[in-house]
């Protein structure tokens, strides 16, 4: 299955590169009697703020030195395992509305999950497979599967800590008895 | 127990015997106090108004008179379902719509959950509250997240009750517990009344016009996914979830049990239970066991999957694994 998947997201890799097409479309197959429909990727380029990155950068020598940025992008902190080789790693300097996998393939931002899983491959597998990452919409029919940027800043990608919902009232089921006027209930 | 009501010495001559202990403590019950069993007992006799309106729990003579869910046709359906939909709209001034879409052929439920990224947000705790018109008063959640310790699942030393603090704490892991769906479930043979049932799509509904509020199956269910209604649940009118299935969120009332039910409103028309959508990290998955391509069939084959208190043999259609 996992093969038959790759085999079916070959063709997409290589025409990653065009901007604004249609969210991929992971197609499951589906020889059971109630088909689980299909799957298609939340596309991450239009949420992009400053998209396209040619605007600014293609007037702008790279700067390939580790530094802090004092005048752009001052807010993205790289904090991002062992990763050397600054931001040039993944975007890639002389087509930086692109980002370039290890072999040099370019992918766009809408298939960024591919650059994700060159290195965590297993994360890649079970997210292609539905089992990580947040899928909504219809078990039954059409459904988007948030891409990783989603969740995971690529720069920072450890999910963010979060402020839990109220303490739940349990195990208190019964309102106090001044919550409440309509008593039912014996007192033990 | 006043102290009156305490029989006296053995030798006194007045002692009432059982029979009539019982017959005069129902007596006075039923005398003093306007209840929903006075008027259970006053519409049986024939002089039953009808008791809408004012928060009365009481049912209306239809609604007390009514068949079981398995015996009534569609047209009972119809008529129910609209009247429902009156009384919703005359209390709360919400139009409702009540749907009863039925088991889809060949489809049958399952649910997974990731605990290696569940942090605990409680995210969905409240998404099912409002997708299941809970009350917060008396607070009703179906779901209940337990923080564990890591590297354990004692569920001693775990608690649902921490605080608001950031989540995911330090060394803790969480652990979600909702309906099971069992399949051998507990709950289902508790009930004296034939109230709640498993439908063929695995899930477990209540028939809250058929119970009869003994809670047996809330002490039942291993999981403590049960929950009765004490006082007449109410929600506020701008909360109300409009779209409601006759099994799964419509108006509860006083002395009925409810449970989780997989949302079966929206899951039977193909949607995702609404705790699934609401999850921030994706740890909720959801599909047809039937179907091997659907992403459920996928963990259960890969992943190594556990359910809680697989000792007891109920046979959970809820399974969690790490990954």
């Not at chain 1, 790693?89 to 087509?95: G, I, Y």
């Not at chain 1, 393939?105 to 060159?118: I, K, N, P, Q, R």
């Not at chain 2, 942090?119 to 959640?141: K, T």
Request: charged residues 25%; hydrophobic residues 30%.
């Amino acid at each position: 299955m996992g093969a038959q998947l790759l085999a079916l997201l070959a063709p997409v890799l290589l025409v990653a590169c065009s901007i604004g097409e249609e969210p991929r479309r992971l197609q499951t197959s589906h020889p059971a009697p109630v088909p689980s429909g299909t799957v298609a990727v939340d596309p991450r380029q239009p949420l992009l703020p400053t998209f396209p990155c040619s605007r600014c950068h293609d007037a702008r020598v790279p700067d390939t030195r580790e530094r802090k940025l004092t005048e752009f992008h001052t807010q993205k902190i790289l904090d991002h395992g062992t990763l050397g080789g600054w931001c040039y790693r993944c975007h890639t300097k002389d087509n930086i509305d692109r980002l370039h996998l290890a072999d040099g393939t370019l992918v766009g931002f809408d298939a960024a999950y591919e650059l994700c899983g060159s290195c965590h491959g297993d994360k890649l597998r079970d997210w292609k497979d539905g089992i990580h990452g947040l899928t909504t919409g219809y078990w039954l029919g059409a459904r988007t599967r948030r891409s990783c940027p989603a969740c995971h800043d690529p720069h920072s990608p450890h999910f963010p800590l979060m402020t839990p919902e109220h303490t739940p009232a349990w195990p208190r089921t019964m309102p106090l008895p001044q919550a409440s006027e309509e008593q039912d209930h014996e007192p033990q | 127990m006043s102290p009156s009501d305490r029989p006296g010495t053995p030798a006194a001559v007045d002692v009432p015997s059982p029979e009539e202990r019982i017959e005069r403590l129902v007596e006075r019950r039923l005398g003093e106090r306007g209840t929903r069993r006075t008027f259970l007992k006053l519409a049986g006799l024939g002089a039953a108004a009808a008791a809408t309106g004012c928060g009365s729990s009481a049912p209306t003579t239809e609604e007390f008179f009514r068949q079981h869910y398995k015996k009534l046709t569609d047209a009972d359906k119809e008529r129910i379902f609209r009247r429902i939909e009156e009384e919703t709209l005359a209390r709360t001034g919400v139009a409702t719509r009540i749907s009863d879409p039925p088991p889809i052929d060949g489809v049958e439920f399952a649910y997974a959950l990731n605990l290696s990224v569940c942090n605990g947000s409680r995210r969905c705790v409240e998404a099912c509250a409002r997708e299941n018109n809970l009350p917060d008063d008396p607070e009703i959640r179906y779901i209940r997240v337990f923080e564990m310790e890591a590297g354990t699942l004692d569920f001693e030393d775990s608690t649902p009750n921490y605080g608001t603090e950031k989540v995911p704490a330090k060394g803790k892991f969480y652990l979600p517990v909702q309906c099971h769906q069992c399949d051998n479930p507990p709950c289902v043979r508790a009930c004296p009344v034939g109230a709640t049932w498993k439908e063929p799509d695995g899930i477990v509904v209540v028939d809250y016009s058929w119970c009869i509020g003994c809670r047996f199956c809330v002490v039942a269910c291993p999981y403590f996914a049960r929950r009765f209604n004490w006082t007449q649940p109410t929600v506020q009118p701008e909360r109300i979830n409009p779209d409601q299935g006759y099994l799964s969120n419509r108006p509860r009332f006083k002395g009925v049990v409810e449970k989780c039910t997989f949302c079966l409103h929206r899951t039977r028309k193909g949607r995702m239970p609404a705790c699934l959508e609401a999850c921030p990290t994706g740890a909720r998955k959801f599909g047809n066991m039937n179907d091997p391509n659907s992403e459920i069939r996928k963990i259960i084959e890969t992943k190594r999957v556990y359910v809680l208190k697989e000792d007891l043999a109920t046979l959970p259609r809820f399974y969690y694994f790490f990954s």
